[in-house]
C-alpha cells in the first residue's frame, strides 16, 4: 500500500501586528493596535491589524483613513528588521523538528513542511506534529500561529486559509475526499489560493461559482476551460478535485530559465516630469550597483511609470537593449535616461516607478566585441567595487550623488528601509 504523504502549512496570525504586541507585552486578541506609517500620508496602507481589530470589522490591510473613528487603537511604526529577526527565529524552530529540505519558506510569515518522513520518529499524528510545532512558537516568541494539514500542499494551504481561522485550535485538515465534502459549495471562489477577483469574476461569467462548478466543468466543458484559460486550466481542474502533483522536491529543484533583478517604489505625491528623471535615475544606479555586487549582467532594461490613479491614465513602459550584456553605470544610466525621456508623460503626476534588468547572466558569460574599450571598462569597474566596498563598510548613504540630495530623491530614504518600509 502508497504511504500517504502529509504537509503542514503554518501561518503567523497577523504576524507584524503580533510581534508588535509582544514587545509591548500586550494581547493582540485584546488589544486594538495597526501597524502602519501614518507620516506618509492617512492614505497609507496598514501593513498588519490585530484579530481584535478584525473582530471589530476592520479589513485588514486597509488605509488608515478607511478605520472607523469610534475604535480607538495604537499605532506601530513598521520595523521590518525586527519582524524578519523574528522570522528567522521561528525559522530556526522548525528546523529543530523537520530538515530544511524539507521546508519551504513561502512568506516571512508562512512556512510549509512535508512531515511525511517525520510522523513515525516522532511518533505523531499530522495533527499533533502541527500542534507541537505552534506550540514551541508560541512558547519561545509569544506568536500564535494557525495551521492547515494537507494530503497535499495544496490542501494544506487551503485547510489553512479556510478552515483553520474558523476552527477554536486554529488548525484545518484536508485530504481530497473532505475537500469535495466541506468546500465544494464554499463561496467566495476567491478564497482559494491562486484564484483571485479577476479569475473569479470570469469564471462567473459562465455560471461557474464554486470549486464544486469547476470540477462539473472540468467533466463537461474541460475544452471550454482550456479555451479561457489557456495552460493554466490544468492547474485549476486539478485544485477543483483537490489535487495537486508539486512536491516539496519539485519546489526545490525549479529553476527559472530566465532570471531577472528589479527595483520599484510607489512615491507620496504626484511627482512632476523633471523629478520622475532624478528617481528613475538613481533606481537605476541601484539596480546597476546591484548587478556589479552580484556579477551579473543584462541585455536589456525594461522602465515602467504608472501615473495619478485618479486621472486613468495609462503606465508608459519601455524597454531598451543592448549589442552586449552589460553592467556599466554609464551605459544603463545613460540609456534608461534616454528612455524616461521618450515615454514618461510630461504633464501627468507620476506616482510610482519600476525597473527591471532582463535576462541577467553571470559576466563570465559575456564576449565583449572589438570596439569596446577594455581600459575604459576596467577603470569603471573597479570605481563600482570600490564604492560597494565604502557601502558594505560605512552604510549605504556613505557614497551619494549630487542629486540624491535634492528634495524630491528618496535615495537616502529608501537605503534606511527594508521592503520599502522603515527598518
Not at 494581547?27 to 497609507?44: E, G, I, Q, W, Y
Not at 502541527?130 to 519561545?140: F, P, Y
Not at 525594461?302 to 491614465?313: G, N
Amino acid at each position: 500500500m502508497e504511504r500517504q504523504n502529509y504537509f503542514i502549512c503554518i501561518d503567523l496570525k497577523s504576524f507584524y501586528a503580533s510581534v508588535e504586541c509582544v514587545e509591548r507585552k500586550l494581547d493582540p486578541f485584546k488589544t486594538n493596535l495597526v501597524v502602519a506609517d501614518p507620516t506618509r500620508s492617512k492614505s497609507t496602507i496598514c501593513l498588519a491589524i490585530t484579530p481584535a481589530m478584525k473582530k471589530l470589522g476592520v479589513k485588514n490591510r486597509c488605509r488608515i483613513h478607511e478605520i472607523p473613528d469610534n475604535i480607538q487603537y495604537i499605532t506601530a511604526m513598521p520595523r521590518m528588521q525586527l519582524y524578519l529577526d523574528y522570522s528567522a527565529r521561528i525559522y530556526s524552530i522548525y528546523l529543530r523538528y523537520v530538515s530544511k529540505e524539507d521546508i519551504h519558506v513561502y512568506s516571512v510569515d508562512e512556512c510549509f513542511l512535508d512531515v511525511t518522513e517525520y510522523l513515525r520518529l516522532y511518533q505523531m499524528d499530522p495533527k499533533e506534529m502541527a500542534v507541537e510545532l505552534m506550540r514551541a512558537v508560541m512558547q519561545e516568541t509569544g506568536i500564535t500561529a494557525t495551521a492547515g494539514v494537507g494530503t497535499n500542499l495544496y490542501l494544506a494551504k487551503i485547510a489553512m486559509d479556510i478552515l483553520a481561522k474558523h476552527a477554536e485550535d486554529h488548525i484545518g485538515i484536508l485530504d481530497e475526499l473532505s475537500f469535495r465534502e466541506k468546500l465544494w459549495d464554499h463561496q467566495p471562489l476567491r478564497d482559494f489560493w491562486m484564484i483571485g477577483s479577476r479569475t473569479e469574476r470570469k469564471l462567473a461569467g459562465y455560471g461557474i461559482h464554486t470549486m464544486g462548478d469547476l470540477a462539473l466543468a472540468s467533466i463537461t466543458s474541460e475544452d471550454l476551460l482550456y479555451k479561457i484559460f489557456g495552460i493554466d486550466a490544468e492547474l485549476m481542474i486539478d485544485h477543483a478535485w483537490g489535487r495537486e502533483t508539486c512536491r516539496m522536491k519539485d519546489i526545490k529543484n525549479y529553476r527559472t530559465e530566465e532570471h531577472s533583478l528589479s527595483n520599484g517604489q510607489v512615491l507620496m505625491r504626484n511627482y512632476e516630469f523633471e523629478e520622475g528623471a532624478v528617481i528613475a535615475r538613481e533606481m537605476t544606479d541601484v539596480l546597476v550597483l546591484d548587478l556589479v555586487d552580484k556579477g551579473l549582467v543584462t541585455n536589456s532594461v525594461t522602465l515602467w511609470i504608472a501615473y495619478d490613479h485618479r486621472l486613468e491614465h495609462d503606465p508608459s513602459k519601455g524597454t531598451v537593449r543592448f549589442a552586449e550584456a552589460t553592467n556599466s553605470s554609464e551605459r544603463i544610466i545613460h540609456a534608461v535616461e534616454k528612455l524616461y525621456q521618450r515615454i514618461a508623460d510630461r504633464h501627468t503626476g507620476i506616482r510610482r516607478v519600476e525597473i527591471c534588468a532582463n535576462r541577467v547572466v553571470p559576466e563570465s558569460f559575456v564576449q565583449y566585441d572589438l570596439f569596446s574599450n577594455p581600459e575604459q571598462q576596467e577603470k569603471e569597474r573597479n570605481l563600482q567595487l570600490a564604492i560597494l566596498e565604502i557601502k558594505r563598510r560605512y552604510g549605504r548613504n556613505a557614497v551619494m550623488r549630487g542629486s540624491n540630495l535634492l528634495a524630491c530623491s528618496t535615495y537616502r530614504e529608501r537605503n534606511n528601509q527594508i521592503g520599502g518600509h522603515r527598518a
